[in-house]
């Protein structure tokens, strides 16, 4: 029964981010750390948010904003510089709080409001703190998505962007928290978490990674802005309240 949830989930987020562009990550986070041990959920997360990203980039590869690339990959050198340095573990509950009130605070404070992702300098803050939130809490959608506030391009560039930076993301994680502490690969090993799980993952992420971006072309880019805008707020939310749950129930 546990596998068939984790597999499902994986498919029905997988969905959801190729329509959206963001969402399933947290989601389905949300799910495994309540299924598997912290270790265990990282990596499965990362290896199926890695083949759900990486196949939403290469279906809508032509729309990348590829002038960012190289600001994204310089912030995201300096987090995991950091957390390298440091070997950093902390609370993912405290980053929860903290990824969820980012979009929050970009629809309150005009400063945030005016975050567009193609200034070089908005690019580097972007490569840096979401490359932060995914070592710490595993997903980062909320707070990727303030980033794109103000970016004016067509929605399928938005979703291909978002998919490339988040595919590289979770390949980093993986190879930290495979790094930072040899117990990882041996806490997975005994997660009752067959390895097969991990290959369906992936195709099913793939397979939601295609229906989902399918499902892109029914929206416009005006609807496409709008939903996402609530489901952001929505999942800011909802994190910020499981952020406060987990450091108030132990």
Not at 188 to 198: G, M
């Amino acid at each position: 029964m546990t596998t068939l949830l984790i597999l499902a989930t994986v498919l029905a987020t997988a969905v959801l981010s190729g329509v959206i562009g963001m969402a399933g990550g947290v989601l389905l986070m949300a799910v495994l750390v309540t299924l598997l041990p912290v270790a265990s959920a990282m990596i499965l997360h990362g290896a199926v948010q890695a083949a759900s990203n990486g196949a939403r980039f290469l279906f809508l590869r032509e729309h990348v904003i590829w002038a960012i690339m190289p600001y994204y990959a310089v912030g995201a050198l300096v987090a995991v510089a950091l957390f390298v340095s440091l070997a950093l573990v902390p609370d993912p509950a405290l980053v929860l709080i903290l990824v969820g009130s980012f979009p929050w605070l970009a629809r309150v404070v005009p400063t945030l409001r005016g975050l567009d992702v193609r200034r070089p300098v908005t690019a580097v803050a972007c490569g840096t703190t979401v490359t932060a939130a995914q070592l710490l809490a595993g997903a980062s959608g909320p707070l990727l998505d303030a980033f794109y506030l103000r970016t004016e391009v067509d929605r399928r560039s938005i979703v291909a962007t978002k998919g490339l930076t988040q595919a590289a993301g979770h390949v980093v994680k993986i190879g930290y928290y495979a790094w930072v502490s040899n117990a990882v690969l041996d806490e997975f090993s005994v997660a009752s978490v067959p390895i097969w799980i991990i290959g369906a993952g992936i195709v099913l992420a793939t397979l939601g990674a295609r229906i989902g971006t399918r499902l892109l072309e029914k929206f416009d880019d005006r609807q496409f802005r709008r939903v996402t805008g609530w489901v952001i707020l929505g999942l800011g939310a909802l994190c910020i309240v499981k952020g406060v749950r987990d450091l108030l129930v132990p």
